[in-house]
């Protein structure tokens, strides 16, 4: 694995490279590092070039506001700096999700297809609501107050019962999020609303969602799949928020032929 940081404009956008062949770049959680990738990657770096993303404000990659058409751009930026030999795929869940669709948005010529896990276009007011109720509550009490309910909206209790050690690993990683970087994503996904965009993604794009997950319902991604103009939706029995996680073979099995295809 190689280590690169890349410069954009005096900001820092820092990124793990594995594997050859197509490139596939990958867009973490809000509540999840690009560490929720990495049972995925060692099993994408057999037949891709795996581009892991630190979103900005994670890991050494600056953060540069919680504007998601900012840091869309900062992305996009990045990525035409590396001189891939093709167009990459962008792969996405939860905010990486979100903001690998508006970066396939706002720079339609980058990615040759999507795919898009446990997103959408727009939330529901109760949606909406939830994000600006877990930053108020961080704000006043700090992220360990909601440590618990961002699990909840991770992992399914069921999940969380049977794998201890993987919940206290991922809130030990919750914890060490970047509180700036946390209340503009939860700002800006409060007030996303890109279905007057979709039409803009002509390529590819395969639509993931758990069934059980509870912070971007399934029906969040049956609506994004039907604003897409060429796009195909899976619904994972039994997953939650973060199913390349919960059961990577599961999930890699679900997107292989995607991946794969040439067409």
């Known amino acids: 694995m190689t280590i690169q940081l890349l410069s954009i404009h005096d900001k820092t956008l820092s990124l793990d490279i594995s594997g050859t062949g197509k490139p596939i770049i990958l867009f973490h959680s809000l509540l999840a590092d690009s560490s929720s990738f990495t049972p995925l990657a060692k099993e994408l770096e057999k037949t891709h070039q795996v581009i892991s993303l630190n979103l900005p404000g994670f890991a050494e990659s600056s953060f540069v506001g919680g504007d998601l058409n900012v840091i869309a751009d900062h992305i996009a930026q990045g990525i035409e700096a590396l001189n891939l030999f093709e167009k990459p795929i962008f792969l996405g869940n939860g905010y990486g999700g979100f903001v690998a669709l508006i970066?396939?948005?706002?720079?339609?010529?980058?990615?040759?297809r999507l795919v898009l896990a446990d997103c959408g276009a727009v939330f529901t007011e109760p949606g909406r609501a939830a994000f600006r109720g877990m930053s108020a509550a961080a704000k006043e009490k700090g992220l360990a107050a909601i440590a618990d309910v961002?699990?909840?909206?991770?992992?399914?209790?069921?999940?969380?019962?049977?794998?201890?050690?993987?919940?206290?690993?991922?809130?030990e990683r919750f914890l060490n999020v970047d509180v700036e970087t946390f209340h503009g994503a939860c700002a800006a996904l409060a007030d996303l609303d890109v279905r007057d965009q979709l039409y803009k993604v002509t390529q590819p794009v395969l639509v993931l969602v758990g069934e059980l997950d509870e912070a971007t319902p399934a029906q969040m991604s049956v609506e994004l799949q039907a604003g897409l103009p060429n796009a195909k939706l899976n619904i994972l029995s039994g997953l939650a928020h973060v199913p390349q996680l919960q059961a990577p073979e599961v999930f890699m099995h679900a997107i292989r032929d995607f991946i794969d295809s040439t067409s």
């Open 103 to 112: 970066t396939g948005i706002r720079h339609p010529q980058l990615a040759s």
């Open 150 to 171: 961002a699990m909840r909206r991770l992992f399914a209790p069921e999940f969380q019962e049977k794998n201890a050690t993987l919940i206290a690993d991922r809130k």
